[in-house]
């Protein structure tokens, strides 16, 4: 159990950020597109090691929810349909302080299977 939670979560008017700011001051911008192919879902972690998946095609995805998660965490929703994630506040804190390496690595990773950010096909 963590000591830290946050005091507030507001999505942008655009749709396109959760801002969220934790009770000890720390507070984080992130990207819809980050948190949507970095979402803790089996969709994107599968179900066991080395079953990760790579989701492309989501630059302009939008949120469309933020539901509250008993007091650990919440589910958001997206506007391509997805919404299994379940952000803990611990992994909200984790990408706010390493997201801009995990999303370095998931484009280099999108890169070595030949996908993009801005097509949501998987190359042949």
Not at 7 to 21: G, M, N, P, Y
Not at 75 to 88: A, E, L, V
Not at 93 to 103: A, D, I, S, V
């Amino acid at each position: 159990m963590t000591d830290q939670w946050p005091t507030q979560i507001k999505v942008s008017k655009d749709r396109q950020r959760l801002a969220v700011t934790f009770n000890d001051g720390e507070a984080y911008e992130l990207s819809a597109e980050m948190l949507r192919v970095l979402s803790p879902s089996a969709e994107v972690k599968g179900h066991g090691p080395g079953q990760e998946v790579t989701v492309p095609g989501k630059r302009n995805v939008a949120i469309t929810a933020v539901t509250p998660t008993g007091n650990y965490a919440i589910r958001i929703g997206f506007d391509d349909m997805h919404d299994t994630g379940i952000f803990t506040w611990t992994y909200l804190r984790e990408l706010g302080k390493r997201g801009g390496e995990m999303f370095a690595d998931y484009e280099r990773k999108l890169t070595e299977k030949g996908m993009s950010r801005d097509v949501s096909t998987k190359p042949r």
